[in-house]
């Protein structure tokens, strides 16, 4: 088992920043990836970004591209989305999810899921 919790949302202007952080605890970190997914006001979770076991990988859906990078600590047993320039589209809620080994872009995918932080952002 592994346990996850999202902290740093809230609420932004339009072209300001925010950094969410994402706490494991259970198992060793490092043994699983860890994905970012979105979920806005009446649409379906969707993929942000994921960052491979040591960090070595990272990806992006394109409407994030450029705007928010993915890291992780393994010795903190933490994850980080640095988000900036960010657009009211970004509003919704975020979760950080982990999957053992091998990052994936599907949600349906991930073992573990935290409960997920608030990001509004304001035009």
Known sequence: ????????GGLVQAGGSLRLSCAASGRTFSNYAMGWFRQAPGKERE????ITR???????ADS???RFTISRDNAKNTGYLQMNSLKPED???YFC???RVTASTRR???DYWGQGTQVTVSS
């Not at 993929?47 to 994921?50: G, H, M, P, R, S």
């Not at 040591?54 to 992006?60: C, E, I, L």
């Open 47 to 50: 993929f942000v970004a994921y």
């Open 64 to 66: 994030v591209k450029g």
């Open 97 to 99: 999810a982990a999957r």
């Open 54 to 60: 040591y960090g070595g990988t990272t990806a992006y």
């Open 1 to 8: 088992q592994v346990q996850l919790a999202e902290s740093g």
């Open 108 to 110: 349906e995918e991930y």
């Open 91 to 93: 509003t919704g809620i």
